[in-house]
């Protein structure tokens, strides 16, 4: 399962929004990857995370796979849009 999100922040994410999000996809037994920029990285990885450079405006693509992938893809697209 895969969804287009465009994270709706002001500035760049920082180090504390990056763990937060990583602590969040940890929640979920599905695998859980971010896709930018021709990049795709584990969700589950904080350095992965980092190295995507997440900003306000900037579309980012995620894709889950497993059985709770709904609610995994659903709680990220929460976090990056509220």
Do not use: C
């Not at 795709?40 to 980012?60: D, E, P, Q």
């Amino acid at each position: 399962m895969k969804k287009d999100v465009v994270i709706q922040m002001s500035n760049a994410m920082e180090a504390t929004p990056i763990a937060h999000l990583v602590q969040l996809a940890n929640q979920f037994d599905s695998r859980v990857y971010f896709e930018m920029d021709n990049k795709r990285v584990n969700a589950k990885s904080i350095m992965g995370m980092m190295s995507l450079v997440l900003s306000g405006g900037s579309m980012v693509t995620i894709d889950a796979e497993g059985e709770d992938e709904d609610k995994a893809i659903h709680a990220m697209e929460n976090f990056l849009t509220t």
